[in-house]
C-alpha cells in the first residue's frame, strides 16, 4: 500500500448514534443533545473515531428527523445550536470526529420552501419540487416507500397538480434537476462545514437525479424500483459537482446511503479519480433472508452464510485497487444485529454478539457499528401494530388491511426486521427505563434493560462491551486488519466464515463459526505454528474446531 492511499476515515471506526434514543437529559421522554453531551465521556470509551448522528436538524418527525424543515436549524426537541456548538468541541476535544445526515432527495412538506411551492404555479420555488400538473392527466406509476397506497403521487388540491415523494407524503422530492436546488443543498452543506464537522452521510443520494418528463417505467424495473431510482441519468454529474464546489475543500468524509448501487456499479461514486464520494453502503447483504424486501417480509428458509460470504467477499473484490468499502450490520433502519445476524436466546447473546463485532472489525472497509450493539441489545419484538413508532411499518400495515393481505405476516416477519427494533432506547443501567429518561420514552424500553446495560457491563471484563472495546482497540493496532488484502478460505464451508488478512509479510487469519452447533474449519494449515491473538471465548480453540459462535483470530 502506498502511503498517499491512507487516509484518516479508511483507518477509522464509526459510531452511529440515533439522537432520539441516546440520553434524555430533561425528562421528556426525547433524546437530546444535552444528554449526548453527558456521555461524551462514554462514547470516547469506546475508542472509536467517528460519530455519525441521524438528523438532527428542524422537523416535525413525520420520518424521525428524515423529513427537514429547516437545514440550519436544531430540532426543538434536540436543543439549541448553542447545545450543538457545545457538543461538536467536546467531541473534538476528545479526539472525536462528527458526520451529519444529509437529507436532500426530499424535504419536509413543512419546508419554507414547499410552502412556497404549493401555494401557485407561478410561485419562484415552484420549481424546487417536482409537480405534475392534472390537465396532463395521471402521472406514470411511481411506487413509495411509505405511502398508505404505494403511490409516490400526492395530489394537491390548492394548484391541482400531484407532486413527488417516494417517501411519506411529507417528504416532497426536491428537483436537483434545477440548479438553484443544487446551490441551496450545497450552501447548507457549506455551513455545517464551516462550523466545523466533518462529513455527511448522504440520505438515498443515489435517487436524487430524475428523467422530469415521468414517463412509463422501463419493463425490466417493474417491481425493482429501487434500481430504476438508483439510475436518474444527471446523478455523476450532479455529485461531480458538488464535490468542485464543497467536498474538495475541506478535510471530510463522505459516505452514500446507497440503495440501488451494485458491485458493477459503485466504483462510479467512490472511485477517487472521479471525485465524487468517499464511500458508499449497498443493501445485498442486510437484506439476505427476505422474501419481500420492500415490505421486510421474511422468507421462511431464512439466510446462509454461504450467501452472505459470497456478498461479502463480491464486495470485497470491488475495492481491491480503487475506491474503499464499507461494513455494517446494523444501523436505525435495521433490526438489531443480535437478533438478526447472531443469536438473541440468553445462552448463546453475548457470544454471537462478540462473534459479529468481531466480524465488523476484521474486514476490510469501514465499519460503522451501530449504537447499542456493543452491549448485545436485542430486538423488542413488538406484538401489537400500537406499539410501533415507525411509519414505514405502521404505513405498509394500513396498506396490508387495504389490500386484505394478511397482517399477522407483517407483524411477525417486523418482530424480526422492524426498523423500531434499533431504535429503542438505550440501555444505561437497570433503573426505570434503563436510565435513558426519567419521564415517559417516546418508544418502549426493551424490557431486558434489567439485565443488559452499560451499568452492569462496565466493570466486567468479559461483558460484550469490554469485548467491543478491546477488538476496536486490535482493528487500531493491527494496519493489517485496515489495509490488509482479504481472502475467503474454506468458502464451501456452511457454518464458518474464514478468512486471511495480509500486508506487509503479516498474515492473520480469522475464524467466526455462525452457528450454535460445534463446527470445524478445513484448512490447509494444521494450526503447529499459529498463534491466537484474540478470541471471544476465555480460552479459544486452537485447533479450528469451534465452539458455538466462536470467534478467534491467528497469527500465521
Ligand atoms: O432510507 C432509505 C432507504 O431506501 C432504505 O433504508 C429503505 O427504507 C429500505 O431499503 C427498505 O427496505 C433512508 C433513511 O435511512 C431512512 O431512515 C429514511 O426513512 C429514508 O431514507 C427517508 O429519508
Ligand atoms: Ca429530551
Known sequence: MNESQRKWWKEAVVYQIYPRSFKDSNGDGVGDLRGIIEKLDYIKSLGIDVVWLNPIFGSPNDDNGYDISDYRAIMNEFGTMADFDEMLEGMHERGIKLVLDLVVNHSSDEHEWFKQSRSSRENPYRNYYHWWDVEKGKPANRWSFFDVNADAWAFDEATKSYYLHYFSRKQPDLNWENPKVRQEVYDLMRFWFDKGIDGFRMDVITFISKDTTFPELPEKYDGNFVQYYAEG????????????????????????????????????????????????????????????????????????????????????????????GTIYLGNHDQPRMVTRWGNDAPEFREISSKMLSTFLMTMRGTPYYYFGDELGMTNIKFDKIEDYQDIMTINLHTLFEKEGRDVSQLLESHKITGRDNGRTPFQWNDSPNGGFTTGKPWLKVNPDYTEINVEAQENDPNSVLNYFRKIVKFRKDNPVLIYGKYTLVDEENPNVYAYTRELNGRKLLILLNFTEEESAAALDSDFQNVKVLLGNYSAPSIDGKLKPYEAVIFEV
Open 233 to 324: 441519468e444527471n446523478r455523476h454529474e450532479y455529485l461531480q459537482e458538488m464535490n468542485q464546489a464543497v467536498l474538495s475543500k475541506y478535510d471530510i468524509m463522505t459516505v452514500a446511503e446507497g440503495p440501488g448501487t451494485t458491485a458493477e456499479n459503485v466504483l462510479e461514486y467512490v472511485d477517487e479519480s472521479r471525485n465524487e464520494l468517499n464511500m458508499s453502503y449497498h443493501f445485498e447483504a442486510i437484506d439476505l433472508g427476505l422474501a419481500e424486501h420492500h415490505q421486510r417480509i421474511l422468507d421462511p428458509n431464512g439466510w446462509k452464510l454461504l450467501d452472505f460470504k459470497k456478498v461479502y467477499s463480491k464486495w470485497d473484490a470491488v475495492f481491491a485497487e480503487k475506491g474503499w
